[in-house]
């Protein structure tokens, strides 16, 4: 049974390694050893991963600012199936959505019709329901950042609640949510969460008109040309035209209703693209504080990039914290039949992205890609264990 995971945070890379200096003609302090960072030299890592984690596919994105994005992919679309996988092939994100739907809500912001610091007391004010008294100042920023209260329903409640028009369902989350009791306070208390960015999506819905799927495509897909990028299981039922799901045990999850998290949670992790178009959103924020984004002014970035809150959690839906080579981004996704990490370096103008089409938290997917982020890193950054 497919079971809502929130998605992993990596709040520290687990690499105490240096970066050796450089620096490129935009200004980064650039990666060395470029000559080695093939797309040959990629699959080589990624293939030990995925023999080693006993995973069917692994796909990778390598982002180094002013040169071209290495992209590679090894192993099956499907255990027990000879259809391999193509370096184009959609990957499913999970949480890794969650930092498109805060570029969204930053978007919307700059256009005027949303705002950071707008109580849900007043977003929510016809809804017809008494917010609970702790809720009622929660802004954007805090659902972003997880600093809300707010806690997720369960799987079941939120199938429940799958049914419908897509803008209603995620009305009928917000009512019930908004009912939700706590003695912690907004802003002081870290509580990871999908119900959090639903929230958020529901608010982008209703200053628009436009539902969360449609807003992705109008505000970040299509303007990046991410071609690819879609929603719920990446292949067509009965057919293995693109990677299937699997459980943490191995076994293939036919594409349909039940291949993915509920259509409700969308905003909180559904989203699918190749690694390719994944890497056109990450070099997006690696370049947005600069001025170079073609989505939102600098000032922005900064904001999605910076916690403002005890815990390091930003309202960018980026986990940030210091790493070997300088500030990281980070986030690891998984809605249980598949798994991806991502991990950003803004001052080296580095991204490192990373999917696998098995999930299990502990193992298999988790592992696989995690242990080829960092050989990855590695070989980016000329460092060696």
């Known amino acids: 049974m497919l079971r809502n995971l929130p998605g992993l945070l990596v709040w520290m890379v687990g690499l105490s390694l240096f970066a050796l200096p450089g620096i490129d003609s935009a200004g980064f302090h650039c990666a060395a050893w470029a000559d080695e960072v093939t797309p040959e030299a ?5 293939e030990t991963c995925r023999e080693k984690n006993e995973v069917p596919a692994l796909a990778a994105a390598i982002v180094r600012v002013g040169q071209p994005t290495v992209i590679a992919a090894v192993g099956v679309r499907k255990r027990g199936d000879e259809t391999k996988v193509e370096p184009d092939d959609k990957f ?19 256009q005027g019709k949303l705002k950071w610091d707008t109580p849900l007391e007043t ?28 806690e997720d329903l369960s799987l079941s409640e939120f199938r429940k609640l799958s049914t419908g028009d897509i803008k209603d369902q995620r009305l009928a989350v917000v009512k019930q949510a908004l009912t939700q009791k706590s003695d912690k306070k907004p802003g002081e208390s870290f509580k990871y969460a999908n119900i959090n960015y639903i929230v958020a999506g529901a608010i982008a819905e209703q200053a628009t008109g436009k539902s969360w799927e449609e807003l992705m495509e109008e505000e970040i897909f299509k303007p ?11 292949a067509t039922p009965g057919k293995v035209d693109q990677p299937w799901s699997h459980f943490g045990n191995g076994k293939p999850v036919e594409p349909g209703p039940f291949g993915d998290n509920p259509t409700v949670l969308g905003p909180a992790g559904r989203a699918h693209c190749s690694v390719g178009d994944w890497a056109k959103f990450a070099t997006e924020h690696l370049v947005g504080e600069k001025g170079d984004g073609a989505l939102l002014k600098p000032e922005s970035y900064k904001l999605l990039h910076t916690p403002e809150f005890a815990v390091s959690y930003t309202r960018g839906g980026w986990g940030a914290s210091d790493t070997p080579w300088g500030k990281g981004l980070m986030h690891d996704g998984s809605n249980t039949l598949n798994y991806s990490t991502a991990l950003l370096l803004p001052e080296k103008g580095v991204a490192i992205l990373v999917a696998c089409n098995q999930g299990d938290t502990e193992k298999h997917g988790a592992v696989a890609c995690t242990e080829a982020r960092k050989a990855l890193a590695n070989l980016v950054l000329g460092t060696k264990d």
């Open 42 to 46: 990629v699959e080589k890592i990624l």
């Open 123 to 150: 977003v929510f004010a016809d809804l017809g329901v008494e917010i609970s008294p702790q809720l009622r100042p929660v802004t954007l920023a805090h659902l972003l950042a997880h600093q809300s209260t707010l």
């Open 224 to 234: 990046l040309q991410m071609t690819s990028a879609g929603q719920g299981p990446m």
């Open 92 to 110: 499913h994100l999970g949480s890794c959505t969650k930092a498109m739907t805060a570029t969204l809500i930053a978007k919307l912001v700059e």
